[in-house]
């Protein structure tokens, strides 16, 4: 397992997710930025900064998912196995190990992915903002109505809390829908198909988001899912959502289809 995701992390590609970090924190820096001016005496800190990276519509449909797909797409497609994984099937005592290896190192690369993202935006965050454990003056003044802000009812939370179930809520999202772009990619011997389809969920998404808001059945739609925003309690226009278990849930189906699905694919394929 730790050999594939060796080989995946060594790739230059995996340079790109720095550069994610970089530029969507300096956009949630801008943008919070010219919040602050009606509040003069109100301050923003690093949690101001993290919502409007995690809860960004475009960032967590489009971008994140899109990105992270273009990482992991090749992973068990024949571009992988012109790397010796093929090599590696043919010497593991069943099929389902190697299968179950590799879905394991797909659950390090999304740790590895969501860790260096929330790094990234921790060292630019240092660097620009001020520190503290509490929510920050602003997000009290303005009851967290500003890009990427959540319901008032979260000021009551530790901030801590909140932002580990932001995390959980986008890395089981991507875990899932992960594993399903690589099954496709595995099915069409092409893993550029599996990433077209992921990209294309992403945009029609973020597509349905811009046109309908998060009200009515288009929360349902795959990658907006990932926002915690859009659920039951999480923000103050949002008045009927789904509940964040249900998700959850939807994350769970989604895994377990494309890994009986990919498994099957596997048994039966002369290789």
Request: no cysteine.
């Amino acid at each position: 397992m730790m050999a594939d995701v060796w080989v995946a992390l060594t790739r230059r590609r995996w340079w790109a997710v720095p550069g994610i970090a970089v530029m969507t924190t300096l956009l949630a820096l801008m943008s919070l930025n010219s919040m602050v001016l009606p509040y003069r005496h109100g301050g923003i800190n690093q949690w101001d900064v993290f919502l409007g990276v995690w809860d960004a519509p475009l960032m967590v449909a489009v971008i994140m998912p899109i990105t992270f797909f273009s990482l992991i797409v090749d992973l068990i497609s024949p571009t992988m196995a012109e790397h010796n994984g093929y090599f590696l099937m043919s010497r593991a005592s069943t099929r389902w190990r190697w299968w179950v290896r590799k879905i394991g190192s797909l659950g390090v690369l999304t740790v590895v992915f969501v860790g260096l993202l929330w790094l990234g935006i921790a060292l630019i965050s240092v660097a620009t903002v001020r520190w503290a454990m509490p929510w920050s003056d602003l997000a009290s003044a303005t009851q967290m109505r500003y890009p990427g802000g959540l319901s008032s009812a979260q000021l009551t939370q530790p901030p801590p809390e909140i932002m580990a179930l932001m995390t959980l809520l986008v890395a089981a999202g991507l875990y899932a829908w992960g594993l399903g772009v690589l099954v496709i990619g595995w099915i069409t011997r092409k893993a550029i198909w599996g990433w077209m389809v992921g990209a294309v969920l992403g945009m029609l998404s973020y597509g349905l988001w811009m046109v309908h808001g998060a009200e009515g059945w288009w929360v349902w739609a795959p990658l907006l899912q990932l926002l915690l925003s859009i659920h039951q309690g999480f923000h103050a226009s949002v008045a009927v959502g789904p509940p964040l278990w249900q998700s959850f849930i939807v994350d769970g189906v989604v895994w377990v289809t494309a890994a009986t699905l990919g498994f099957a694919v596997l048994r039966r394929r002369v290789l």
